[in-house]
């Protein structure tokens, strides 16, 4: 399992960015993809959470909710991350991950890194003031 994350950049505060996670490599349908977060000097973070078909959840940090839309393309194996009304706060290293296989509901699990199975590289995304 392969996982590949793109689009961060700079924004001005209140600016839009779309993020984007190309995974390949799984063999069964039943997988999440989350989105984590890391700001200098804090400890990662989980932003947001979404279960593939036939679980068809989705989560999000407290932080980004109503601002950050996480969504899939089946068809292309890519998660998305919306990302409105951007902050100078929502600057991080941004990560996705995957748990594959899903095996049990995860519930506020989501936001625990050693529940996820593979990691992609980081993009970085800079909101300035």
């Known amino acids: 399992v392969q996982l590949q994350a793109s689009g961060g950049g700079l924004v001005q505060a209140g600016g839009s960015l779309r993020l984007s996670c190309a995974a390949s490599g799984f063999t069964y349908d039943d997988f999440a993809i989350g989105w984590f977060r890391q700001a200098p000097g804090k400890e990662r973070e989980g932003v947001s959470c979404?279960?593939?078909?036939?679980?068809?959840?989705?989560y999000y940090a407290d932080s980004v909710k109503g601002r950050f839309t996480i969504s899939s393309d089946n068809a292309k194996n890519t998660v998305y991350l919306q990302m409105n009304r951007l902050k100078p706060e929502d600057t991080a290293v941004y990560y996705c991950?995957?748990?594959?296989?899903?095996?049990?509901?995860?519930?506020?699990?989501?936001?625990?890194?050693?529940?996820?199975?593979?990691w992609g590289r980081g993009t970085l995304v800079t909101v300035s003031s």
């Open positions: 991950a995957a748990i594959y296989p899903v095996v049990a509901p995860y519930g506020e699990n989501w936001r625990q890194e050693s529940e996820y199975d593979y």
């Open positions: 979404r279960f593939s078909v036939g679980h068809d959840n989705t």
